[in-house]
């Protein structure tokens, strides 16, 4: 992991998110410590990355930073359910 986030990086992983290009995003999450993300929703977009990627303790773990950040999220919750359910 890097030293910190990087905002170029961030944009750079919603961008490819949005264009559902995960596998180059998840090569760009795992570069970032996550830890120093303060943005409840930018941490569940990594875990969606990761959900698509399938990493679901991976996943686990960004969205309950996510939670912590903003325990009022229900699409946080959706999607920590989403884990539940699409885990093998």
């Known amino acids: 992991m890097g030293a910190g986030l990087s905002m170029a990086s961030v944009n750079k992983i ?3 998110a949005n264009s559902r290009e995960y596998s180059l ?3 760009l999450v795992e570069h970032q410590d996550l830890t120093k993300s303060l943005n409840p ?3 569940r977009l990594c ?3 990761y ?3 399938d990493r679901y303790k ?3 773990r960004c969205l309950i930073m996510a939670h912590r950040l903003g325990p009022e999220s229900k699409r946080v919750l959706y999607t920590l359910s989403l884990i539940h359910i699409s885990e093998p």
Request: glycine letters at 6%.
């Open 58 to 60: 991976d996943a686990r």
């Open 25 to 27: 995003a998840l090569e």
């Open 51 to 53: 959900i698509k990627n």
């Open 47 to 49: 875990g969606e990355i």
């Open 41 to 43: 929703q930018f941490l």
């Open 14 to 16: 919603k961008e490819l």
